[in-house]
Nanobody, 114 residues
Framework: QVQLVESGGGLVQAGGSLRLSCAAS????????MKWVRQAPGKDVEFVSYINSRGNSISYSDSVKGRFTISRDDPKNMLYLQMNNLKPEDTAVYYCVLVHGNIRGQGTQVTVSS
């Protein structure tokens, strides 16, 4: 079955960086679009970034554009999110999502202190 396992979250000061990883299995990773979403306490799930199966169509939410970079390594079945210049408002649980079927992993906590 589809399995998505996020890692790389943690506590970082404002202005710092983190790199999130998502290990995918149970489906043909290279044939599928993926995205990252996040959910802060008491708030709705928010779109962060999208990458298509070929990696040549990428989008970001306005709130992270210019600071976050999504990438994928198809031979390794891995999805990444490089997050730079982190802000306290980036604090949330981040989820890796298989777009087809909207299946997501268990999430990884990112906390940015001011």
């Amino acid at each position: 079955q589809v399995q998505l396992v996020e890692s790389g979250g943690g506590l970082v000061q404002a202005g710092g960086s983190l790199r999130l990883s998502c290990a995918a299995s149970g489906f043909i990773f290279g044939h599928n679009a993926m995205k990252w979403v996040r959910q802060a306490p008491g708030k709705d799930v928010e779109f962060v970034s999208y990458i298509n199966s070929r990696g040549n169509s990428i989008s970001y939410s306005d709130s992270v554009k210019g600071r976050f970079t999504i990438s994928r390594d198809d031979p390794k079945n891995m999805l990444y999110l490089q997050m730079n210049n982190l802000k306290p408002e980036d604090t949330a649980v981040y989820y890796c999502v298989l777009v087809h079927g909207n299946i997501r992993g268990q999430g990884t906590q990112v906390t940015v202190s001011s």
